[in-house]
């Protein structure tokens, strides 16, 4: 099954479609990398709350200036429900996206945002629980080097579980009523 039908499977799950239940492939597992402030962090939210996670780098241009925003909207939109989500990037670029530079630009979208970063070694371990390409495609002169990676969103329990995926053009509202679903059906 193509990742595309994966993804369409699991948002069909997610609203209820008779049949559809569970990913139909092993995603997600154990990492360990270094959040904006300095301090370890793995999958495991250390807050108990389910978690929005999207491969990228803070200064992207492109899927990342969609999929931030929309998983700040969600965030948000969750939390006036009484809802608590962590949302996190995982990023792509390690030599820009550094302990000191990740955060600023992600609390430009929700004040509770985490930017994870760490060692090549670190990240590859992610990338490949997440099966997350990334690749540089150019030198883009005013924002550095562009890369083409993950453009999935996955949503984790706090345990830090795969529970789905889902695109990042979904209005937030939807994305809001898919992770509802999945969040109150283990919560």
Do not use: W
């Not at 099954?1 to 369409?8: D, G, I, K, V």
């Not at 948000?76 to 302990?99: C, N």
């Amino acid at each position: 099954m193509s990742r595309l039908a994966a993804c369409a499977f699991s948002v069909f799950a997610a609203a209820g479609i008779a049949g559809a239940e569970g990913l139909p492939f092993d995603v997600g597992g154990p990492f360990t990398l270094t959040d904006h402030r300095g301090q370890e962090r793995s999958e495991v939210d250390p807050d108990g709350n389910a978690q929005l996670v999207f491969f990228g780098y803070a200064n992207c241009q492109q899927v990342c200036s969609a999929a931030l925003p929309m998983m700040a909207e969600v965030a948000e939109t969750l939390e006036a429900d009484g809802l608590e989500i962590s949302p996190i990037m995982i990023t792509v670029d390690p030599k820009r996206d550094t302990v000191s530079k990740i955060g600023a630009p992600l609390k430009q979208h929700h004040p509770d945002f985490i930017g994870l970063t760490g060692s090549e070694d670190a990240l590859q371990v992610a990338y490949d629980a997440y099966s997350v390409e990334k690749e540089e495609i150019f030198f883009d002169p005013e924002f550095g080097p562009v890369f083409s990676h993950g453009s999935f969103i996955y949503l984790l329990d706090a345990k830090g579980e795969v529970l789905t995926l889902f695109p990042p053009i979904l209005a937030p509202e939807a994305a809001a009523e898919i992770v509802t679903k999945y969040v109150k059906s283990i919560g």
